[in-house]
């Protein structure tokens, strides 16, 4: 199976604190996505990177990739109660996405 | 410009009734995909049209759904006859292209289907 696991499962922070979600995968990779979704509402993508990028920025979100563990990690900075939501990693195999099962992310205001 | 819409956005059904749900993607995506998430677990890939044409079913359950998207717009996912373990979230998403080049696929808000 090529599907990521995410950890933790769940996590619950202050509101103004750091969130750090992280995702490993299993086969070789074109690029991995960090996508949200908010209760009740559609996946939402967040950021995308490379299997050449070791990190990207977009706003609050930091991204890391190691090809070498196999390993991306989510970081979202002052964090907000909006931030409230699953998070997901994604592959690509194909022309599918392969999700891993996600982390629930609670920001407590 | 509007997204991906799906209805219902909510699905109560019995098991052993039929359900059928509705994907209307972004205008001109001719990907078209359903995934679902069931139980709380990983989101599971289902299929992928390219226009009206299956390219890849690989991700369907069983023979108890049926996807269709006929004309190449919209599709529709009919499960018949339902089964409790069927409840999860269903989404479908669009992308304008395909292939090993990344091209973004658009969620639409997913439909909630509860088996009772």
């Known amino acids: 199976s090529q599907q990521g696991e995410e950890d933790p499962q769940a996590l619950s922070i202050q509101e103004g604190e750091n969130a750090t979600m992280n995702c490993s995968y299993k086969?070789?990779?074109?690029?991995l996505q960090w996508y949200r979704q908010n209760s009740g509402r559609g996946l939402v993508h967040l950021i995308l990177?490379?299997?050449?990028?070791r990190e990207k920025h977009s706003g609050r979100l930091r991204v890391t990739l190691d090809t070498s563990k196999k390993s991306s990690s989510l970081l979202i900075t002052a964090s907000r109660a909006a931030d409230t939501a699953s998070y997901f990693c994604?592959?690509?195999?194909?022309?599918?996405?392969?999700f891993g099962a996600g982390t629930i992310l609670r920001v407590k205001s | 410009e509007a997204g991906v819409t799906q209805f219902p956005s909510h699905s109560v059904i019995e098991k052993g009734q039929t359900v059928t749900l509705r994907c209307d993607p972004i205008?001109?995506?001719?990907?078209l995909y359903w995934y679902r998430r069931v139980m709380g677990k990983e989101i599971k890939f289902l299929l992928h049209?390219?226009?009206?044409?299956?390219?890849?079913e690989s991700g369907m359950p069983n023979n108890r759904f049926l996807a269709e998207r006929t004309g190449g717009t919209y599709s529709t996912l009919k499960v018949q006859p339902a089964e409790l373990e069927d409840s999860g979230v269903y989404f479908c998403?669009?992308?304008?292209?395909?292939?090993?080049?990344?091209?973004?696929?658009?969620f639409g808000p997913g439909t909630r289907l509860t088996v009772l």
């Open positions: 998403a669009s992308s304008l292209g395909q292939g090993v080049v990344f091209n973004e696929q658009f």
């Open positions: 086969t070789s990779i074109n690029n």
């Open positions: 990177i490379r299997s050449n990028e």
């Open positions: 994604a592959t690509v195999y194909g022309n599918k996405l392969v």
């Open positions: 205008s001109g995506h001719d990907n």
């Open positions: 049209f390219v226009k009206e044409s299956k390219q890849d």
